[in-house]
């Protein structure tokens, strides 16, 4: 990768995990300076900032932030996300309720907030501000013991569908884009084959990882900075068409 | 960028639009380009490190010759583009069928033809990247999605969106280190659509695209770009869709 992104501002929700992580380092490579919030303060930005996305109040706060030292924002990274695994006879309205705001609810507080930062960019940024929503292959089809997750994920492809034909009706010059990685090597996804363990699905770690690789034509997972570079992509100028898409990082898993 | 240093493209169709564009964005990041096309190359500026050959993309025998010709010039092949298009429209209960076979067989046929033909080099090749070889087979929104009279050319390129996702699923179950992608342009400023849009037809690809405009054909090339560098390694039978926010809808 390298270059392409210099003087870029950059925010990245969920900088602690792997695929946040690999994200941020990404878009620093490329020459961006790179805002990263976790719940707990991550280490690898520019600037890093504690952050709860589905606090509104706390959206406000870091929107000021912005604007104080930047002004403007070029990309939007929304990769803050849980996976609840549970059946559905046994998911709580709690933890449904859970699942929906990290993964949802935030969507849509996190672009009400920076909307008025992406909007200065956009006025100026070739091929506009780019908003990069992560959802995933369980928002393009259904899993046993995720309806939680998949309904969640989605629900953010087509809120970014929404969001993307909603600003360029309004003439905003922002790009607005949905990724969907398969399984991807982060500590999410150790627990969600620990959970299917938990849940019996499976009897132990290696039979879980086994089915789950073969569900990946390609015959492994990905790797968290293989996202990255696709994210990478969508940010850049390279993807100055694409609005409304999505970008499917999952190794053949949606292809049969 | 450079990504692609060291590495060659074939890119069919690839003096004119979207491919033309395509062989100048390879040829930016670092690629050798053996450009393919009906036309002749003419002298067209496209520098040292090209090479032309005249290919009938629905001519088996010519697909030989031309993967012999790319062995020979190249030793090698890293990135097939398979661009090369013509249009399919026309009233379905009085289109001719020698019409119908001309459109599948250079956007159907063709893409079969590019694949069965490079892949043997193109798995060789694959070997030395990270994210293996990359097949781009270019399909269409109007693979996606359909318009009323365009009959011919939706088939024909919603077929290329499968037989994508096929060869992807087969390359990858035979542990053939090659990608292969489909990427759906919506309505792009070529010219052959231009010269064969009257003023109405233009307005409705532009007011019908979200973004209120046609793309120029290098924001298409940057997309197939991508596709062809290790930057999209975990991606195979994907389809990249770069239409301003026509299929959004």
């Known amino acids: 990768m390298g270059g392409g992104m210099d003087g870029t501002v950059a925010l990245v929700t969920g900088a602690g995990g792997g695929i946040g992580r690999a994200t941020v380092e990404a878009l620093l490579a490329g020459g961006a300076e790179v805002i990263a919030t976790d719940l707990k303060a991550p280490s690898c930005g520019t600037l890093n900032l504690a952050q709860d996305v589905t606090d509104e109040a706390g959206w406000a706060q870091l929107a000021t932030v912005i604007q104080e030292r930047w002004g403007r924002l070029d990309c939007l990274v929304n990769n803050a996300g849980i996976a609840t695994v549970s059946t559905i006879e046994d998911n709580d309205l709690a933890s449904w309720r859970r699942q929906m705001g990290v993964n949802v609810d935030s969507m849509l507080l996190s672009c009400k907030a920076m909307l008025p930062l992406l909007r200065e960019s956009g006025k100026s940024r070739p091929g506009g501000a780019s908003v990069i929503?992560?959802?995933?292959?369980?928002?393009?089809?259904?899993?046993?013991?995720?309806?939680?997750?998949?309904?969640?994920?989605?629900?953010v492809r087509l809120f970014s569908k929404s969001a993307a034909i909603e600003f360029a009706v309004l003439k905003y010059n922002i790009r607005v884009n949905s990724v969907h990685p398969g399984g991807i090597e982060t500590a999410m996804m150790?627990?969600?084959?620990?959970?299917?363990?938990?849940?019996?699905?499976?009897?132990d770690r290696a039979t879980a990882r086994a089915a789950v690789d073969a569900q990946h034509p390609i015959g492994r997972w990905g790797k968290p900075e293989e996202v990255a570079s696709g994210i990478l992509y969508l940010c850049s100028t390279a993807s100055s068409f694409m609005t409304g898409s999505e970008l499917v990082i999952d190794g053949g898993f949606t292809a049969h | 960028m450079i990504r692609l240093a060291g590495r060659v493209a074939l890119v069919t169709?690839?003096?004119?639009?979207i491919g033309r564009a395509t062989v100048e964005r390879l040829l930016e990041e670092g690629a050798s380009v053996m450009v393919a096309d009906l036309d002749a190359a003419g002298d067209d500026g496209l520098g040292p490190n090209t090479a032309y050959v005249r290919l009938d993309v629905g001519d088996e025998d010519q697909w030989r010759a031309a993967v012999e010709a790319i062995r020979a010039r190249f030793g090698r092949l890293d990135i097939l583009v398979a661009n090369a298009g013509i249009g399919g429209t026309g009233p379905?209960?009085?289109?001719?069928?020698?019409?119908?076979?001309?459109?599948?067989?250079?956007?159907?046929?063709?893409?079969?033809?590019?694949?069965?033909?490079?892949a043997d080099l193109m798995a060789e090749s694959g070997r030395d990247h990270r994210g293996g070889a990359s097949i781009i087979n270019i399909s269409s929104i109007m693979g996606l999605v359909a318009l009323a009279q365009a009959g011919p050319y939706n088939a024909s390129k919603g077929a290329v969106r499968l037989l994508t996702k096929s060869t992807a699923l087969e390359f990858a179950g035979a542990k053939l280190p090659i990608r292969v992608n489909s990427v759906h342009p919506g309505f792009v400023e070529t010219p052959l659509l231009m010269e064969t849009s009257n003023a109405d037809a233009l307005a409705f690809y532009t007011a019908g695209t979200p973004m209120g405009r046609m793309a120029q054909p290098s924001e298409i090339a940057a997309a197939i770009a991508f596709l062809a560098s290790d930057d999209a390694s975990f991606m195979t039978g994907s389809e990249l869709v770069v239409d301003g926010g026509w299929t959004a809808q």
Not at chain 1, 190 to 203: E, N, Q, S
Not at chain 2, 13 to 17: A, F, N, S, Y
């Open chain 1, 133 to 155: 929503n992560l959802s995933s292959v369980g928002g393009l089809g259904g899993a046993p013991f995720m309806a939680a997750y998949c309904t969640s994920k989605g629900a």
């Open chain 2, 13 to 17: 169709g690839g003096l004119r639009g």
């Open chain 1, 190 to 203: 150790d627990d969600i084959i620990d959970a299917y363990v938990r849940l019996g699905v499976a009897p």
């Open chain 2, 92 to 118: 379905i209960r009085t289109i001719a069928l020698e019409d119908w076979h001309r459109t599948l067989r250079v956007n159907l046929d063709g893409v079969f033809l590019a694949t069965k033909h490079c």
